[in-house]
T-cell receptor
């Protein structure tokens, strides 16, 4: 699975958009980008995933660059409850040998403040 | 409610004792996983299982053992051979079919070896 690089920490004002970047320059054509988050001392929570098109769900939007070497997770209106560590993970399609394993890095600590 | 339960939330053991962590899911998921998390670090995969009576080593399996006698249950034993067992242990499960496999995590067990 491709290695990802994320900033160690970021701050965001409540109500503003939080934009979390992720670099995955060695991503291959069949690898997906996943985002999870972990609130302190809890289990990680799935947020969103994508292959090459931008994706949006009730939690967030995922913007993947055209060359797929980087992506940005957008929380449109961050709240205090969005304070967490955000993990960007790249892995292959389960049907093409991507397997079931998720490789977690150290992620980005997002702090949402008043 | 469907979900994953881990018990207990906090566990204390004396050095040299084996300890078994419980993980149960009622999501009818085929795959289950065990991760370890140390302070300030990401999650590392210990073992995973895709089907009853079968499991595979993850990245840090030494000093751990698992069993998968039932689809719903995937207990993890931390043996005395594990050199540094104090950590936060997370269990997860997922489906195997489909284009991706979102992993659902339990609340975790914090193990402290005295």
């Amino acid at each position: 699975d491709a290695k990802t690089t994320q900033p160690t920490s970021m701050d965001c004002a409540e109500g503003r958009a939080a934009n979390l970047p992720c670099n995955h320059s060695t991503i291959s054509g069949n690898e997906y980008v996943y985002w999870y988050r972990q609130i302190h001392s809890q289990g990680p929570q799935y947020i969103i995933h994508g292959l090459k098109n931008n994706e949006t769900n009730e939690m967030a939007s995922l913007i993947i660059t055209e060359d797929r070497k980087s992506s940005t997770l957008i929380l449109p209106h961050a709240t205090l409850r969005d304070t967490a560590v955000y993990y960007c993970i790249v892995r292959g399609h389960i049907l093409t040998g991507g397997g079931n394993k998720l490789t977690f890095g150290t992620g980005t600590q997002l702090k949402v403040e008043l | 409610d469907g979900g994953i339960t881990q018990s207990p939330k906090y566990l204390f053991r004396k050095e040299g004792q084996n300890v078994t962590l419980s993980c149960e899911q009622n999501l009818n998921h085929d795959a289950m996983y065990w991760y370890r998390q140390d302070p300030g670090q990401g999650l590392r995969l210990i073992y995973y299982s895709q089907i009853v009576n079968d499991f595979q080593k993850g990245d840090i399996a030494e000093g751990y053992s698992v069993s998968r006698e039932k689809k719903e249950s995937f207990p993890l034993t931390v043996t005395s051979a594990q050199k540094n067992p104090t950590a936060f242990y997370l269990c997860a499960s997922s489906v195997l079919a489909g284009t991706y496999n979102e992993q659902f995590f339990g609340p975790g067990t914090r193990l402290t070896v005295l």
